[in-house]
């Protein structure tokens, strides 16, 4: 796929174009500096469907940027994941110096997988472990002294006063402490971004100009920077940390998921009609019960590390403090509608309606809820009555004014947000990809999500770009995304899941979504100004998922991986990720002593070398390259013998794709899959499977992130004449900064396409 260079630089409007001589574009755009610069980002738009539906003429927005401006295909990072790709393009560095080279990661001096976008942790609350003793005393000193003075002024009677004081020390003190010792925590949650590398907009900012950056991936915790405001898009958790956790209310015994690997929960009610009293289930009371059970058993192991949790659990259901803080809500129920009530307000739903959004209040206890209250956001779908009564609900995000760990930049641009548009999804992964793939929902369901979200976004586009006072605007939709990881199974008639019925009603979802992508820049292009540079990008692309390869099995058959016990089959699930509890679980039946190899994540395997990793067996030098090659070869050679196929395109090492990397914490190689493979659903969490190959039984039936970038590369457009034809995501940061005529940053990766 080649460029198709435009006839000159366009104006940001349908029409109208600025004619400059050939010979001397290159030198007056490497000097441009334009009043805005406008950066729509399209998560996983695909350049060979984007090239496919402009020829049919569904996307005559795009045709028309591409032939006044520039169109290329865009070489997405390798791996073409969606957090990689996104942080090199606010970076414009390299995966191994961003350290965002997949949706997980090893934690480090371990074996066990952490989500690579947030480094979750803790930090002191006031005092810490001396809040008792010096929020008493303080107490005891403030009133002791305010009394000792009031009474002395009022009775003259300095024994009296004195006496008094010392009866208001002793009580205020001692309620005070006691009040600190029940309801204040020694240390609250915390979490940082463990992305390098400063973005382009901050480099903007600090130049003077005024930026706004809308769910942009990685982002999160949302950066307070002066000229700045920023709404964090993927890395931002529901209430319960996850990613995203929708529940199920049923009143069908029956219902449940043998295989539950996208942390749905199923809650069951006790009838189908009249009052049923049932509970949101809210997040993890982390400060009152994980922290302290997580201190009982800090340095133990084994039976002593057992006992000592099942102690300090014990004590704490003792005293009543619960694991989790659900919040009670009613469902009342008849033959043809559901009203539910939570926190007192109620909405009445027929089926196949959803309601609007309830604001949840989460309990802690009084000191807490009257200094820094908890609020969430949910909303429900009536999905049937008959046979049994089942409700959806959503994952339970923030409120948009609840920021315990900030979601935009100042945080007081979420109260600025919810008036010019409401309520919103707080959720960094706003759309329910998870209902679907557990067959609790069908897909009308999710196309009705997707569009709800997508909308709510293009209203934030439409004012923000309406108001013009940004020199830098940065906005991602992801619902590109989305919809061809939920429908590739209805559009691709070679996939497993493949039903033809299905696919006559949702398979044009897929240009769909890409027909909206050509409205939503057409809108953008009748907004901006004459002097306004429009850059249209994507992360990545797309390809059929209909087999999954799992490594770890592979490396056992081969000899590269010992187990104890035979393989793991149990399975594990995002909430195992999320609710961690014992992380030991993982790899629980290797034989590190034996073992040269693991896989971990969308395609990463990691050498077991000596010095690095906890029961390394792999010298350092000549053993450790000798272990690589035998597995670039083997794995290069692998062929699927059901299809065929060779289901490993390439396999990287790791300095050959990365540079300037942190060699404890990078893979030592990167298996790129080949068309219609991916990493298997057990592979990426670190299990062992019985099989090598599988079909892909899963909705979640399209994806990129273990793909060879080459298959799937993004799509750039411009209405400004780029001077370059083969641009990677890194090179948009210098581009974008040029454009502004901001100074360039030096050590990036990324290279201007002006020159």
């Known amino acids: 796929m080649t460029s198709r260079p435009g ?10 174009v600025l004619w400059i001589g050939a010979a001397f574009l290159p030198i007056l755009l490497g000097a441009a500096s334009y009043d805005r610069v406008v950066i729509l980002g399209f998560d996983g738009a695909d350049a ?22 520039f169109y290329a295909p865009l070489r997405p990072t390798n791996p073409p994941q969606t957090p990689v790709s996104w942080a090199s393009f606010t970076t414009g560095l390299n995966p191994g110096r961003t350290e965002i080279f997949d949706f997980l990661r090893r934690t480090d001096g371990t074996y066990l997988p952490e989500f690579a976008m947030i480094k979750t942790g803790r930090k002191t609350l006031l005092f810490g472990a001396n809040n008792v003793a010096v929020l008493g005393s303080i107490a005891a000193i403030g009133l002791g002294l305010f009394v000792l003075v009031a009474v002395f002024v009022l009775l003259r009677r300095p024994g009296v006063a004195l006496l008094l004081a010392m009866v208001a020390a002793a009580s205020g003190g001692g ?7 029940r309801y204040l925590p020694k240390e609250v949650p915390t979490a940082s971004n463990p992305r390098k590398g400063q973005p382009f907009w901050s480099a903007a900012a600090d130049a003077g100009l005024t930026t706004r950056v809308i769910n942009v991936p990685a982002t999160f915790p949302a950066e307070d920077h002066h000229n700045e405001s920023m709404l964090s898009g993927l890395g931002v958790p529901d209430m319960r940390g996850r990613i995203g956790s929708p529940s199920f209310y049923t009143s069908d015994p029956s219902l449940a998921l043998s295989d539950n690997q996208f942390s749905v929960e199923i809650v069951h009610l006790k009838s189908k009609r009249g009052t049923l009293d049932t509970a949101i289930l809210g997040p993890l009371n982390q400060p009152f019960y994980d922290f302290l059970v997580d201190d009982a058993v800090r340095g133990l192991e084994g039976q002593a590390r057992t006992a000592a949790r099942a102690e300090m659990e014990k004590k704490l259901q003792a005293r009543g403090v619960p694991r989790r803080l659900d919040v009670p809500f009613r469902i009342e129920a008849t033959d043809d509608q559901a009203t539910i009530d939570v926190a007192g307000v109620m909405q009445t739903l027929r089926v196949g309606e959803w309601s609007q959004w309830f604001v949840v209040p989460i309990r802690v206890n009084p000191i807490v809820d009257r200094l820094a209250g908890l609020r969430g956001i949910i909303r429900f779908k009536l999905l049937s009555l008959s046979p049994e009564l089942k409700l959806y609900a959503s994952p339970l995000n923030f409120h948009p004014e609840c920021q315990p760990v900030p979601f935009t930049g100042p945080t007081s641009f979420a109260r600025d947000l919810v008036q010019e548009f409401g309520l919103f999804k707080t959720l960094g992964w706003p759309i329910d990809t998870w209902s679907l793939p557990s067959g609790l929902t069908d897909e009308r369901h999710f196309v009705e999500d997707m569009e709800f979200t997508a909308e709510k976004q293009l209203q934030m586009m439409r004012r923000f770009l309406q108001k013009g006072d940004d020199r830098l605007y940065v906005q991602v939709f992801d619902f590109t995304d989305r919809v061809g990881h939920m429908l590739w199974r209805l559009f691709d008639p070679g996939h497993p899941l493949y039903d033809a019925r299905l696919a006559a009603q949702y398979a044009n979802e897929i240009p769909k979504s890409y027909e909206r992508m050509d409205r939503i820049v057409g809108e953008a292009r009748q907004t901006i100004g004459p002097r306004t540079a429009l850059i249209i990008c994507s992360d990545h692309g797309f390809a059929s998922f209909r087999r999954g390869v799992n490594y770890n099995t592979w490396l056992v058959k081969n000899g590269f991986m010992t187990l104890r016990q035979g393989s793991s089959t149990g399975g594990k699930t995002l909430e195992d990720l999320f609710d961690k509890g014992e992380l030991g679980e993982f790899f629980r039946y290797v034989d590190w002593s034996r073992t040269r190899a693991y896989a971990m994540g969308l395609g990463n395997i990691y050498i077991n070398l000596m010095g690095r990793e906890p029961q390394g067996s792999v010298v350092p030098g000549r053993d450790y390259d000798d272990v690589r090659t035998a597995l670039v070869q083997k794995l290069e050679a692998l062929v699927d013998p059901e299809t065929g ?24 190689l990167r298996a790129a899959n080949s068309r219609h493979y991916r990493i298997g659903w057990q592979t990426a969490l670190g299990e062992v499977p019985p099989k090598i190959f599988e079909d892909n039984l899963k909705a979640w039936s399209g994806d990129h992130c273990s793909n060879d970038p080459s298959l799937v590369p993004g799509v750039l457009f411009s209405n400004v004449r780029l001077a370059r034809a083969d641009p990677g995501i890194a090179d948009i940061y210098p581009t974008v900064l ?13 290279r201007s396409l002006l020159r």
């Open 738 to 750: 040029a454009l502004l005529g901001v100074p360039p940053v030096e050590g990036i990766d990324g």
């Open 7 to 16: 006839r000159g630089l366009a104006s940001g409007r349908p029409g109208r």
């Open 645 to 668: 196929e060779k289901p490993v395109q390439r396999v990287y090492r790791r300095e050959e794709i990365y540079s300037g990397y942190d060699p404890r914490i990078v893979p030592d």
């Open 48 to 69: 060979g469907l984007v090239e496919r539906y402009m020829a049919e003429g569904r996307l005559p927005q795009l045709k028309a940027l591409r032939d006044e401006g």
């Open 175 to 181: 309620g005070s402490a006691f009040l600190a010792a």
